[in-house]
Nanobody, 128 residues
Framework: QVQLVESGGGSVQAGGSLRLSCAAF????????MGWFRQAPEKEREGIAT????????LYADSVKGRFTISHDKVKNTLYLEMNSLKPEDAAVYYC?????????????????????WGQGTEVAVSS
């Protein structure tokens, strides 16, 4: 079992920045890939960034590339998402997630079905 606890959401003006955190607890030794997803009202949950907790290799969705940075602190067992130059269309509930069983991120990292564990979500609001 792995528990993921997120924090850091809030409200910001367009062009501003926020940093989300996701603390992982439990049997994290078997988690090789973690990611951030978001879900806006009446839209499907979309993958925006992923990181290998083994190699620190990162991948991003085109919508956030160059503005968001995913990172992982192995000592604190915490996942981060640094969000800069926020836009109104970035407003959503943000979720961290973990792939279980020593599996790597791979090319299909955006598939929600690959992630066994999810955080509770943290809301990000961006005003224009």
């Amino acid at each position: 079992q792995v528990q993921l606890v997120e924090s850091g959401g809030g409200s910001v003006q367009a062009g501003g920045s926020l940093r989300l955190s996701c603390a992982a607890f439990g049997y994290t030794y078997n988690v090789y890939c973690m990611g951030w997803f978001r879900q806006a009202p009446e839209k499907e949950r979309e993958g925006i960034a992923t990181i290998s907790t083994v190699t620190d290799t990162t991948l991003y969705a085109d919508s956030v590339k160059g503005r968001f940075t995913i990172s992982h602190d192995k000592v604190k067992n915490t996942l981060y998402l640094e969000m800069n130059s926020l836009k109104p269309e970035d407003a959503a509930v943000y979720y961290c997630a973990a792939i279980w069983g020593g599996r790597l991120c791979g090319d299909n990292w955006i598939l929600t079905t690959r992630y066994a564990y999810w955080g509770q979500g943290t809301e990000v609001a961006v005003s224009s």
